[in-house]
C-alpha cells in the first residue's frame, strides 16, 4: 500500500502546477507581442528568442549586455499587493545600463522564481516588463518563470532582468576625449528607482508606517504606492539626442553607489566631477528619507539618486544645444557641475542638498 502511495505522486503534489505556468503564458502573450520591434518578429514559447540584426538596421554592430534586478523593492511591491510596475523597474535597470555605453536595447529576457505561481500575479508583473520594453523600444522575446516550492516561502517572488543593445563600432560610450572644462548635465530621477531599499524599508520600519498609510511626502498616494513609483527610463530621449547632436563625451547611470560610486566609472583617471549639490531639486521623498532616519548627506549621495538618475557629460560649446534637446524630449535637465583635475576622489562637491 506505501509503495502504491509512493508511485501515485505527481508533481502538483510536490508543490509545482505545471498547468498554472501554461495559464500563465497564455495571459502574457498578448503583453509581449506588443513589444515586437524590427529584428523581433517571433513568438514566445520556443526554446530560445531570436532576434534578426540586420533587420534592426545595423551595419557593423558590437552588443552591448547587461543584467541587473529590482532588488528589495521587491519586497514593498509584495507586502503592498502590487505588482505592475517593479516589471519597468527590472527593464529600467537593465535598458539604462546599456544606453550609457551608447548601445540602443534590441531585446529582454526575465527570469521570475516564486513558491508558489499565480498566474493572475505573474501577468501583473509582465505587464510591468512589457511596459518598460516599450518605453525602452526594445521586445521582450523570452524568459523563465520557475515554480520552487521551498526555496521561497509565503507570497516572496524574484526578477532578475537580461537586456542586449547594440551600437555602430564608432559610436560606443565614453569617449576618448573627455576634458577639463566639459559640462556635467544631471537628468531627473522619478523617485527612489531601485536603489537603496534596504535603508528604505528599514526607515519605514522604525518610523511605524504601514505601505497603507498616506505617504507624508505624496499625501495623495499611499506610502506603497509613493515608494513603487518605477525607476525612469532614459533611452529613447538619450539616443534622440545621441543622433541629433555631436558633443555627448560620457553617460552615467546612477544607481547603487550614487555619485561617488558610478560617476567616476565613466571618466579617466587624470579627471574628477565637481557636482553644484546646490542645483540639484531635490524631490521630497528623499529629504522625509535624510530627516525621518536621521542620515547625513554623504550616507544620501552614496546611497540614493538624491533626484538625479543620470549624467551626462559634454563638450561645455555644446551644453546648451544638447540640454535643449533632452528637455524637448521630456527629460527635466539640471547644469550640475564640470570636468575637473582629479585631487584625490573622483566627485567633489560644492553646496549643500537641499535636504
Known amino acids: ?73 521587491l519586497k514593498i511591491a509584495i507586502e503592498a499587493g502590487k505588482h505592475d510596475t517593479v516589471g519597468i523597474d527590472l527593464v529600467a535597470m537593465c535598458v539604462n545600463d546599456l544606453v550609457v555605453q551608447g548601445a540602443e536595447p534590441l531585446f529582454f529576457l526575465d527570469y521570475f522564481a516564486t513558491g508558489r505561481l499565480d498566474p493572475d500575479q505573474g501577468a501583473e508583473i509582465v505587464s510591468g516588463i512589457a511596459a518598460g520594453c516599450t518605453q525602452a523600444g526594445c521586445a521582450l522575446i523570452g524568459g523563465e518563470t520557475a515554480e520552487m516550492p521551498g526555496m521561497y516561502h509565503g507570497d516572496d517572488y524574484d526578477l532578475a532582468g537580461f537586456a542586449v543593445g547594440a551600437a555602430e563600432r564608432g559610436a560606443l560610450l565614453p569617449t576618448g576625449d573627455i576634458a577639463e572644462g566639459d559640462v556635467i548635465l544631471g537628468l531627473a530621477s522619478s523617485g527612489v528607482h531601485s536603489n537603496g531599499f534596504s535603508l528604505v524599508r528599514r526607515i519605514v520600519a522604525d518610523a511605524g508606517l504601514e505601505w497603507s498609510d498616506r505617504a507624508p511626502f505624496s499625501p495623495d498616494r499611499t506610502l506603497g504606492e509613493a515608494l513603487l513609483e518605477p525607476t525612469r527610463i532614459y533611452v529613447k530621449p538619450l539616443l534622440a539626442t ?19 560610486e558610478n560617476i567616476p566609472r565613466v571618466l579617466p583617471d587624470h ?36 533626484g538625479i538618475g543620470m549624467i551626462v557629460v559634454v563638450a561645455s560649446g555644446e551644453a546648451a544645444q544638447i540640454a535643449a534637446l533632452l528637455q524637448q524630449a521630456g527629460e527635466s535637465v539640471t547644469m550640475l557641475g ?17 535636504l
Open 1 to 73: 500500500m506505501a509503495q502504491d502511495k509512493k508511485n501515485g505522486l505527481t508533481y502538483a503534489d510536490a508543490g509545482v502546477d505545471i498547468d498554472a505556468g501554461s495559464r500563465l503564458v497564455e495571459k502574457i502573450k498578448p503583453m509581449v507581442r506588443a513589444t515586437r520591434r524590427p529584428g523581433a518578429d517571433s513568438e514566445i514559447g520556443g526554446f530560445g528568442g531570436l532576434f534578426d540584426l540586420k533587420a534592426a538596421g545595423f551595419s557593423d554592430p558590437v552588443l552591448v549586455a547587461a543584467n541587473d534586478g529590482v532588488g528589495t523593492k
Open 242 to 260: 545621441l543622433k541629433a547632436a555631436w558633443g555627448i563625451k560620457a553617460l552615467a547611470h546612477i544607481t547603487g553607489g550614487g555619485f561617488p
Open 271 to 306: 579627471l574628477s566631477a565637481e557636482i553644484d549639490l546646490g542645483a540639484i531639486d531635490v524631490p521630497p521623498v528623499f529629504s522625509w528619507l535624510a530627516g525621518t532616519g536621521g542620515v547625513a548627506e554623504t550616507e544620501m549621495l552614496s546611497t540614493f539618486n538624491c
Open 338 to 354: 564640470q570636468i575637473a583635475p582629479r585631487q584625490a576622489a573622483g566627485v567633489t562637491y560644492r553646496g549643500e542638498l537641499g
